[in-house]
């Protein structure tokens, strides 16, 4: 039976778990969810995700919500059916988590602050602070010049071999390539462009990129 | 020793690991890191963690940051000392919900939790004025956030079901800041949670933590 994942595909954190899902060879089904008219807010959505929001994945009677820990989840059950994205030993795997903890907390809280008032609150006919907006495309600067350095010495963000540590980051930096005016921070760092190449060409992104058409 | 602990006992997220290496019950050193004096952000620091943040973390060679990485890495590392029952990495399906509310504690109650820490217990230590509005705002959304907690927790015994995991651990050191001001009512207000934080709050391994604190006076 294949893995229901609800939530539109054009938003970033289902995007995060289905291009885990096609690396790891699950077969899945979107279940559209329609932020717009708050579907996800509903009485009937709740029982699925308490907190009101998407990815929700349901695999049979199991159910899980919050991408990171679905992307966790899969990379492990999965692990016979794709490449190994979590590390082999203990130093390797602590590197992964630890590289997971900085997309989601240094990296992520900027994207979700300029999605936020760059796209979320026009669109409920609310004005952008562009104080805020500056403060954190600022903030991202510094956090990308430590992923410069990281990246100058290092492949992958946790080591040699592409983890989820790197995979997590593909919705929020598409982002910042699409039409905000904040590509030059990817692109004027060599490594970290590098990187950012070749992690969008891995198969699994196209395939993700393909279900957004 | 292997294990040490860079940073300040004030900072939540270096208690967050205490209370892990004494689940698991883990010597460690503690070594402190002077934040008045900005010494997280001197070259000598920034070897441990680059984005200048507390703790860093070392166990032998291994340097490590982030503090929930660190406890996932001690909870697995050392598997079959202490508590063995902080996460349960050999069985995907068990580990589910932990990493489920894991992840909840760091990106649902964490933001609204953290700024009314920084608001009500550390910007007094800093001689700083308190801003009413954000607590206000703040106080809203982590309301929101623990109806759902209730709501959980009313059929389950802890976050992650039976036991005490590491989703519960990581709330820690925010709930016992936050149980010491005003900011206790948005917890008291709820009967499921309440009886919740009290159970977490009363085990050894975090008594221990606040031991620890005592001995290094601000």
């Known amino acids: ?213 | 020793m292997a294990i040490k602990v860079h940073g300040s006992v004030f900072s939540p997220a270096v208690l967050r690991v205490f209370a892990c290496l004494n689940e698991k019950d883990l010597e460690s050193e503690y070594v402190e890191i002077n934040m008045r004096a900005g010494e997280h952000k001197k070259e000598s620091f920034l070897a441990l963690n680059p984005f200048g943040q507390v703790p860093g973390f070392e166990d032998g060679d291994l340097k490590l940051f982030e503090s929930r990485a660190i406890n996932q890495y001690i909870a697995q590392a050392y598997a079959a000392k202490g508590n063995q029952q902080l996460t349960f990495v050999q069985d995907a399906k068990k580990m589910g919900p932990v990493y489920v509310w894991m992840e909840v504690e760091a990106q649902k109650f964490d933001p609204p939790s953290s700024k009314l820490v920084f608001e009500l217990a550390i910007k007094p230590l800093l001689g700083m004025n308190t801003d009413d509005a954000a607590v206000a705002e703040h106080e809203g959304k982590l309301g929101e956030v623990l109806d759902v907690y209730e709501a959980r927790l009313g059929q389950s015994k802890y976050l992650a079901g039976d036991c005490f995991t590491l989703a519960d651990l990581n709330h820690l050191p925010a709930i016992n800041y936050l149980m010491g001001t005003t900011a206790r009512k948005v917890f008291d207000a709820l009967p499921h949670v309440s009886a919740w934080c009290a159970d977490i709050l009363a085990r050894p391994a975090w008594a221990k933590v606040l031991a620890l604190q005592k001995q290094h006076p601000s």
């Not at chain 1, 932020?35 to 509903?42: A, C, I, S």
């Not at chain 1, 692990?79 to 992964?96: D, I, M, R, S, Y």
């Not at chain 1, 997309?103 to 994207?111: L, T």
């Not at chain 1, 990246?151 to 929020?172: E, F, R, V």
């Open chain 1, 1 to 213: 039976m294949a893995v229901k994942v609800y939530g539109p595909v054009t938003a970033g954190c289902p995007q995060r778990v289905l291009v885990c899902l096609v690396e790891m060879g699950v077969d899945f089904e979107v279940v559209h969810v329609d932020l717009e008219t708050g579907d996800h807010k509903k009485p009937e959505f709740l029982p699925l995700q308490p907190f009101g929001q998407v990815p929700v994945v349901e695999d049979g009677d199991f159910r899980l919500f919050e991408s990171r820990a679905i992307v966790r989840y899969y990379a492990s059950k999965n692990a016979e059916h794709g490449p190994n994205l979590l590390g082999t030993t203990l130093e390797e795997k602590a590197l992964v988590d630890q590289w997971l903890e900085v997309e989601s907390h240094n990296f992520n809280d900027m994207i979700y602050g300029l999605v936020l008032q760059l796209e979320v609150l026009p669109r409920m006919g609310k004005s952008t602070d562009f104080k805020l907006v500056q403060k954190f495309v600022d903030n991202l600067d510094k956090v990308l010049d430590v992923y410069e350095e990281r990246l100058s010495k290092s492949k992958y963000l946790a080591g040699d071999y592409y983890t989820i540590a790197d995979m997590c980051h593909l919705p929020g930096i598409t982002f910042l390539l699409t039409g905000n005016g904040f590509g030059h921070l990817i692109r004027e760092r060599k490594s970290v462009n590098s990187w950012w190449n070749d992690i969008s060409g891995r198969p699994a992104w196209k395939k993700v990129l393909e279900l957004m058409k």
